[in-house]
């Protein structure tokens, strides 16, 4: 039982170049959830998918995609990588309606 | 949208003593309330939760108060250890349907041994 499962662990970006982090959970869960986290910001929502075949903004989305492939897995895409975006990206799902996260192992990226 | 305000950003505690850590919510409608502990360079995990028909949850050595009039809630932690020692977020976010979180900016818990 993997739970929450993301790729890459690590990534290094030059400024300008594109990149999709994956994220595929096995709990049958309805819901799933990018996040970014970053020093004395807490966590902070990019996307999320209510369910299969719907995506909604969260609080920073400006230079993010997100794509719901199916229930399993909801990936996230840089266009054109910004060092801002320097960060480390946490993916979670949640069963619909109740429950708390479960958690990636987070997607740590630099971008230079 | 929801703002989750929590307090203090660090904290030091002596160990086996007990540690508080509190957190304030704006919208009146969140009924659901985790707490997540992220040990170094480690995934947030889950540690106990607290929905708004409850006042108090206690598992162990940790504990959850939720004061819906006042909007406030709290995580105790009694007889701390070393392995204690993480960043604890608070949440709030209203269920069914599905769930949105929003997090407080989280807490640096250290126990000196």
């Known amino acids: 039982n993997a739970g929450v499962t993301q790729t890459p662990k690590f990534q290094v970006l030059k400024t300008g170049q594109s990149m999709t982090l994956q994220c595929a959970q096995d709990?049958?869960?309805?819901?799933m959830y990018w996040y970014r986290q970053d020093p004395g910001m807490g966590l902070r929502l990019i996307y999320y998918?209510?369910?299969?075949?719907?995506?909604d903004k969260g609080e920073v989305p400006n230079g993010y995609n997100v794509s719901r492939l199916n229930k399993r897995e909801f990936s996230l895409r840089l266009e054109s990588a910004a060092p801002s975006q320097t960060s480390v990206y946490f993916c979670?799902?949640?069963?619909?309606?109740?429950?708390?996260?479960?958690f990636g192992s987070g997607t740590r990226l630099t971008v230079v | 949208g929801e703002n989750v305000e929590q307090h203090p950003s660090t904290l030091s505690v002596q160990e086996g003593d007990s540690a508080v850590i509190k957190c304030t919510y704006s919208d009146s409608a969140s009924n659901y309330f985790p707490w997540y502990k992220q040990e170094l360079g480690k995934r947030p995990q889950l540690i106990i939760d607290i929905r708004s028909n409850v006042g108090e949850k206690k598992d162990q050595r940790i504990a959850v108060t939720l004061n819906k009039t006042a909007k406030h809630f709290s995580l105790h932690i009694t007889e701390t250890q070393p392995e204690d020692s993480a960043v604890y977020f608070c949440a709030a976010s209203k269920t069914g349907g599905y769930q949105k979180v929003t997090f407080g900016i989280g807490t640096k818990l250290q126990v000196i041994p």
């Open positions: 709990m049958n869960h309805n819901s």
């Open positions: 998918s209510a369910s299969e075949g719907t995506t």
């Open positions: 979670a799902s949640s069963e619909s309606g109740d429950g708390g996260y479960t």
